[in-house]
């Protein structure tokens, strides 16, 4: 099981390194990386696990912040209703993502962005692509997978791509006025 512990911070040089592609099929190592890390991110969303483990709540994780290099990321977005019973559940056990179309409307969430990596609160808007398509291998379906996402889940999975690049989410923050609007932007809650 995946812990705290184990995830690098942004002190650490690796977390800059841009990520290799993945052979597929997946080896043993790494399908079962992936599904640790998937099933870190879900655990991370229980009140109880969470709590026992001393685990930071989050909605995805790439390799990288393993210190591992590899095209690799989870997600898991849980969608609730009012009553707070559970509607759906985005889960991705991504290889190889890429964004092969994206529009130019933005968004960004009017709280800002937080990291596993990054133990500090940073304040400011992250200006995202308001709808994504993606193409990746899942490991979770075993199969090569379209994703159109749009708002929050797509704002989660150019976090998690970010990362495959070297990139935190705090880059993009404006540096002269972090809560500067974004014109024609969604804000996103």
């Known amino acids: 099981m995946l812990l705290m512990k184990d995830i690098i911070d942004d ?5 800059r390194q841009i990520s290799k592609e993945v052979s597929l099929p997946l080896s043993k190592e790494d399908e079962d990386l992936i599904i640790k890390m998937h099933e870190f991110i879900v655990n991370s969303q229980d009140d109880e696990i969470s709590e026992r483990y001393d685990i930071r709540p989050a909605v995805g994780i790439a390799a990288i912040q393993l210190g591992i290099p ?5 997600i898991h977005v849980p969608t609730y209703d009012e009553d707070g019973e559970l509607l759906k559940s985005d889960d991705f056990a991504l290889i190889n993502p890429k964004i092969v179309s994206y529009t130019e409307k933005k968004s960004y969430l009017k709280g800002g962005e937080g990291c596993l990596s990054v133990n500090d609160d940073v304040e400011g808007l992250v200006p995202r692509y308001a709808k ?12 090569d997978v379209t994703i159109v996402a749009r708002g929050f889940l797509s704002i989660c999975i150019q976090h998690e791509l970010d990362h495959l690049e070297g990139k935190l989410f705090y880059d993009h923050i404006n540096k002269k006025n972090p809560l500067q609007p974004i014109p024609n932007a969604m804000a996103i809650d």
């Not at 590899?70 to 989870?74: G, S």
């Not at 398509?133 to 075993?142: E, F, N, Q, S």
Request: hydrophobic fraction near 35%.
């Open 70 to 74: 590899k095209r690799m990321c989870a």
């Open 132 to 143: 994504i398509t993606v193409k990746a291998y899942d490991a979770l379906t075993k199969k």
């Open 11 to 15: 002190g650490d040089p690796r977390i």
